[in-house]
């Protein structure tokens, strides 16, 4: 068993998958099911090269890890987040497949070339300045707010750093996915999958998960929705079963 040792202030969650654990910080954003359910619309291949931008406490790398990812970089602007994700890479003996890049990665042209990846994993901040109310915490407003990341960011980002033929794939709010679509064209990424995410039966759409193909034809899948509660507000099978139980107990 990993001998963790927490600071002040900080916290030791279970990550669900793998017995794996994970160190928060009240103060940072907090990993939420949109992190999870991102991570598993990750169609993973063998021998991929996977980018997770904006990493935060290392959620979404350590479970593409352990869904079958073997070469992630992680990159993080925000070093207190980055600082997390090191430690929780190292405390889940994950260092031999994770990489924890304390970096701004709209300028990862500066140390990556072009095309070094396969596949692209974000989950972006969601709300355009102005809008909403915005948390007195930084850290959690800037994983909220596109205070140093913009949708458009992340799109020209993806291109630069995905293969022709690789794919981004994200989470985000579904009252932006005429935004999410028209940007992805803008920089030749065009949506091949999109599952809508509702709360229950009869709610609007509250997210999108969207998959993206650099350089891809205009056919698009659009699947079935993804239920995160029954009408007595208990999680939905699927939901369970991505939390790895089999059954809604």
């Known amino acids: 068993m990993n001998n963790w040792v927490l600071n002040e202030g900080e916290r030791l969650d279970d990550l669900v998958r793998g017995d794996m654990k994970i160190i928060q910080r009240p103060d940072q954003f907090c990993f939420s099911l949109d992190s999870i359910l991102a991570a598993h619309y990750v169609s993973i291949r063998k021998k991929d090269r996977i980018a997770d931008l904006g990493t ?49 990665c709209r300028n990862v042209k ?24 915005m948390n007195h915490c930084e850290g959690v407003a ?37 935004d999410l679509i028209t940007l992805g064209r803008r920089y030749k990424m065009e949506a091949k999958r999109i599952r809508p995410v509702y709360a229950r039966i009869g709610a609007s759409a509250v997210r999108v998960l969207l998959e993206f193909r650099y350089g891809g034809h205009t056919e ?9 509660h029954n009408t007595d507000g208990s999680y939905t099978q699927e939901i369970m079963e991505i939390y790895g139980k089999k059954t809604n107990e």
Do not use: W
């Not at 959620?59 to 352990?66: E, F, G, K, P, T």
């Open 56 to 104: 935060g406490t290392g959620v979404i790398a350590l479970l593409l890890s352990a869904l079958g990812g073997e070469d992630i970089t992680a990159f993080e602007i925000n070093p207190v987040m980055a600082d997390l994700a090191r430690r929780n890479v190292n405390g889940n003996n994950k260092s031999d497949c994770i990489k924890v890049v304390e970096y701004d």
């Open 110 to 133: 500066k140390i990556y070339p072009t095309g070094s990846f396969n596949s692209v994993v974000v989950n972006p901040p969601y709300r355009e300045i102005g809008t909403g109310r």
């Open 220 to 228: 698009l899948i659009l699947e079935p929705p993804l239920l995160i």
């Open 142 to 178: 800037s994983a909220s707010y596109e205070l140093n990341v913009t949708l458009e960011d992340i799109f020209h980002t993806a291109q630069y750093l995905l293969k022709y033929g690789g794919r981004l794939t994200m989470i985000h709010r579904a009252d932006r996915l005429v």
